[in-house]
């Protein structure tokens, strides 16, 4: 199963962009990368997700490696509701269909 | 559009004791999972269910835990002679469709369990 490694934590000024990076070594070739942030006390919140192009959303963008081996999600104006954890997930498929494997994900601290 | 609901959002209950959480997917989502969260630990998937089906619940204690899916109605995870250690935050995801690699999984927001 590909797993993702991410950096335990990270500080972003507020208005700043924050850049959080994801590898994914071993990542196979119909697998997606997702990410979910996880703010304090609640339920885990879809951010995006996408193949081998670039994407881009109301929330964030995801730029992937053409290797597709990392990738980074980008908040291109971080605010203080933005201090979560964020989870980089790549998805497994297995015999019974595909499952989100959450590792522990990157707490980012955005600060005034 | 409803997202996931969850409830009880907070639940109360004495070692020993019987605790059942509630889910009710996304309009339209056929499937749900449920995700257990630990003080200050991460997500760990549980199981996963259709309609009237378990998928795979590879994620869940030998012993105490079931889950079901019922034709009507919301999901159910049930823990039986509730311990300690069962005190967590419970999360309901639901999808729509597992056909498709891309597909995303919604949250609720969850339910707290402490067991006393």
């Known amino acids: 199963d590909a797993k993702t490694t991410q950096p335990t934590s990270m500080d972003c000024a507020e208005g700043r962009a924050a850049n959080l990076p994801c590898n994914h070594s071993?990542?196979?070739?119909?697998?997606?990368v997702y990410w979910y942030r996880q703010i304090h006390s609640q339920g885990p919140q879809y951010i995006i997700h996408?193949?081998?192009n670039n994407e881009t959303n109301e929330m964030a963008s995801l730029i992937i490696t053409e290797d597709r081996k990392s990738s980074t999600l980008i908040l291109p104006h971080a605010t203080l509701r933005d201090t979560a954890v964020y989870y980089c997930?790549?998805?497994?498929?297995?015999?019974?269909?595909?499952?989100?494997?959450f590792g522990p994900g990157t707490r980012l601290s955005v600060l005034p | 559009n409803a997202g996931v609901m969850q409830n009880p959002r907070h639940l109360v209950r004495r070692r020993g004791q019987e605790a059942r959480l509630r889910c009710s997917p996304m309009?339209?989502?056929?499937?749900v999972y449920w995700y257990r969260q630990l003080p200050e630990e991460g997500l760990k998937f549980m199981v996963y269910?259709?309609?009237?089906?378990?998928?795979?619940e590879s994620g869940m204690p030998k012993e105490r835990f079931s889950a079901e899916f019922p034709k009507e109605g919301p999901s159910i995870l049930r823990i039986q002679q509730v311990v300690r250690g069962d005190s967590a935050a419970y999360f309901c995801?639901?999808?729509?469709?597992?056909?498709?690699?891309?597909?995303?999984?919604?949250f609720g927001e969850g339910s707290w369990l402490t067991v006393v």
């Open positions: 071993t990542i196979s070739g119909n697998e997606y």
């Open positions: 309009k339209g989502h056929s499937h």
């Open positions: 995801a639901s999808s729509s469709d597992r056909q498709y690699s891309g597909n995303t999984i919604y």
């Open positions: 996408g193949l081998k």
């Open positions: 269910l259709q309609k009237e089906n378990i998928i795979d």
């Open positions: 997930i790549v998805r497994v498929r297995d015999n019974y269909g595909q499952n989100f494997v």
